[in-house]
C-alpha cells in the first residue's frame, strides 16, 4: 500500500513468477475497483436484499476501494519507471516515490478511518481530525521531496504507525460504546454488531506496519492474498449493516399530565398480561415502580430549565397494555423508537425508564420473547405435540436463531438443548 521498495525483488525472480505476480497484483487492483463502481452505481443490495445500508457507509467504502485500486494503478506505473533507476537509494530519493507514498498513505488512512467510523451510527464522527493529524506525516514528505533523508523518511514512518496505532485503539473504545448504545434501543442485533471493524482495523494496522519492516517476495505474495480477503470481508460488512437512527439530543416531549391521566384511566379499564408461573425460577430483572421518578438530566431539561419528571407507574402500565398483552414484542426488529411511539412517550424517557429498572432494552425485549419461547414449547410438550426450536425461535421473534441461542443462554444459564432435554425429562 504505502511501500513499494519490498515489490522491487520481483525483477530478480524468473518470468513466470514475475507474471504469476503480476496477474496476483493485477486482481487486487481491479476488485477494489468493480467493488467501488458497484457501491456507488448500484442501488439494490446484491447480498442482503431486504437490507438498506447507510448511504455515507457506501460512499466512504466506495473511496477506500477507489484509492486502493489507484494506489495499484499508480504504484505499477512506478514499478516499469524503477528499471530507468541504477538502485533502490536512486529510488528512495526520489520526488516521485515520496509523493506516491504521501499521497497513497494520506488517502488510504483518511477513507479506511471514514469507512469505519461510518459503521458506528449512534452518532455523526468526523473524519476532519484524521486528516488533521495527517499533516505533519505530509509535511515531513514535502521536506523529504526537496532534500531527501532517510531520518526524515524514518522518523514519517514511525509517526503514521503510531497514529495508525492511536486510531485503533479509539475504534476499540468507540466500537464498545457502540455496542452499549445497540443494546440500549434494539432487541434484533443480527448483523448490527460492528465487533468486524476491530478485526479490520487490526488487520489493516498489521499490514501496514509489516509493508515497513518486511522485505521479502513471498511475504509479498501473501499480502496480496490478504488483500483480496479484507476486501472481500469489508465490503461484505457494508451491504449486511443495515442503516439505523441515531438519537438526537431533543425529542418530543413526554406524556403531558392532563394525557397520563387519560391514558391511565383507559388502561384500568384494559386486561393486562401476567408472565407464566412456570417462569418463575427464571424471572427476569422485574419491570416494576420500585423507583421514584427521576429527574431528567440537564441537558434533557426544557428550555425553562424546569425538571421534567418521568411517570414509573404509568410507563409500566402503558408497557403492559401495549407491548405485553399485544405481544408486540414478537414483531422483528422492534426498536426503542418504536415502541415509545406506540405507548405514548420518547425513546429518552422510555430508556431512562429500563435504566432505573436496572434492566436495557434489549434485556426487556429478550425476556418477553424468551418467556413467550418457554411458554409456547411447554405447552406443545404437555399436548404431545413436535416443536422445531428454529421455527418457534422465529415465531417469538427473533430472525436468527444464534441470536435467540445467545440470549437464551445469557437469560436462563444454559443452552437452548440443554433446557428442552431437562424439560422433556
Known sequence: MCNFVPEMDIFAQTPIQSILFLILYGVTGVMPLFAAVYLLLRRGNAFAPDITPPVRLRRWAASFFAMSALGHVWWLLFYFRFRNFHSVDDVLHSASYVAIVVFDCVALLTTLAGT????????????????????????????????????????????????????????????RGYG?????????????????????????????????????????????????????????????????????????????????????????????????????????????????????????????????????????????????ATQLYLQHDLTLQELAQTIGTNRSYLSLYFSRQGITYNIYINNLRINYFISRYQEAARAGRPVIAQQLASDSGYRSYSTFSLAFKQRMGQSVTAWMRETGE
Open 180 to 324: 452499549r448504545w445497540l443494546n440500549d434501543n434494539y432487541a434484533d442485533l443480527e448483523n448490527k454488531k460492528v465487533w468486524l471493524s476491530q478485526v479490520v482495523t487490526l488487520v489493516c494496522l498489521l499490514l501496514f506496519i509489516l509493508y515497513f519492516l518486511v522485505d521479502s517476495i513471498l511475504f509479498m505474495y501473501l499480502m496480496h492474498f490478504t488483500e483480496i480477503v479484507l476486501f472481500s470481508l469489508l465490503l461484505w460488512r457494508v451491504e449486511t449493516l443495515p442503516q439505523l437512527d441515531g438519537i438526537p439530543m431533543s425529542e418530543a416531549l413526554p406524556l403531558s399530565g392532563s394525557m397520563a391521566t387519560e391514558e391511565a384511566d383507559s388502561a384500568s379499564t384494559s386486561k393486562t398480561a401476567e408472565a407464566p408461573a412456570v417462569l418463575a425460577k427464571a424471572e427476569a430483572p422485574a419491570v416494576s415502580a420500585m423507583a421514584q421518578a427521576p429527574d431528567v438530566p440537564p441537558q434533557k431539561q426544557l428550555a425553562s430549565a424546569t425538571p421534567i419528571n418521568i411517570d414509573i407507574d404509568q410507563i409500566e402500565q402503558q408497557l403492559k397494555e401495549h407491548c405485553v
Open 116 to 175: 469505519l467510523l461510518s459503521m458506528l451510527q449512534d452518532r455523526r464522527r468526523r473524519v476532519w481530525p484524521v486528516f488533521v493529524a495527517l499533516i505533519p506525516f505530509m509535511a515531513l514528505g514535502g521536506v523529504c521531496m526537496v532534500k531527501p533523508s532517510q531520518a526524515i523518511m524514518f522518523i514519517a514512518s514511525l509517526y503514521i504507525q503510531l497514529l495508525y496505532v492511536l486510531f485503533t485503539v479509539y475504534m476499540v473504545f468507540a466500537v
